[in-house]
């Protein structure tokens, strides 16, 4: 009998803790997701290739990149982040980064593949950001 209620005091000093994390990680959730959006963006910037385009008014890709944090606006809970073209450029996304083809089938705009260089260059620091985290759920 004694060796149960130690049991079960153990077992509820373990629901303790793993329910103290989640609030922690819950409490600290949106703030890591946007410090990963900051360091997507600057990375996507860092990517993305100067336009030779200028003019009164145009806007380069990289001067109009926006960070979401995912399900803020619901109120459903936070999912994720985006990092997204704003509202004068998103449309050209996909053609830079996939590149597109003449009806003949020859290259028009040659793939660049600016979003896979972003995350990779930000999976480091990335990396980071969730170690601190995770470091602080640990230790708090």
Same mark, same amino acid.
């Given at each position: ?9 153990? *077992?509820? +000093?373990?629901?303790? &803790?793993? *329910?103290?994390? #989640?609030?922690?990680? #819950? ?5 890591? *997701?946007?410090?990963?959006? !900051?360091?997507?963006? /600057? ?6 290739? %100067?336009?030779?385009? @200028?003019?009164?008014?145009? %806007? ?5 990149? /926006?960070?979401?944090?995912?399900? %803020?606006? !619901?109120?459903? +809970? ?17 053609? *830079? ?7 003949? +089938?020859? =290259?028009?705009? !040659? ?5 896979? /260089? @972003?995350? &990779? ?5 990335? &990396? /980071?950001? =969730? &170690?601190?985290?995770? +470091? ?5």
């Amino acid at each position: 009998m004694n060796v149960e209620l130690e049991y079960a005091s153990a *077992l509820q +000093g373990m629901v303790a &803790d793993v *329910l103290r994390c #989640e609030k922690i990680m #819950e409490s600290e959730q949106e703030r890591v *997701l946007g410090e990963i959006g !900051k360091v997507l963006k /600057k990375n996507t910037v860092a990517a993305l290739p %100067k336009s030779d385009e @200028a003019g009164s008014g145009y %806007k380069h890709m990289k001067e109009d990149i /926006k960070v979401t944090i995912n399900g %803020k606006r !619901k109120k459903t +809970g936070v999912t994720g982040v985006t990092v997204h073209g704003g509202k004068l450029t998103a449309y050209k996304w996909h053609m *830079l980064d996939d590149g597109t083809r003449n009806p003949n +089938g020859t =290259v028009h705009t !040659k793939a660049i593949h600016f979003t896979k /260089k @972003a995350v &990779d260059a930000s999976a480091g620091d990335i &990396d /980071k950001i =969730v &170690d601190n985290l995770i +470091g602080r759920v640990v230790n708090d």
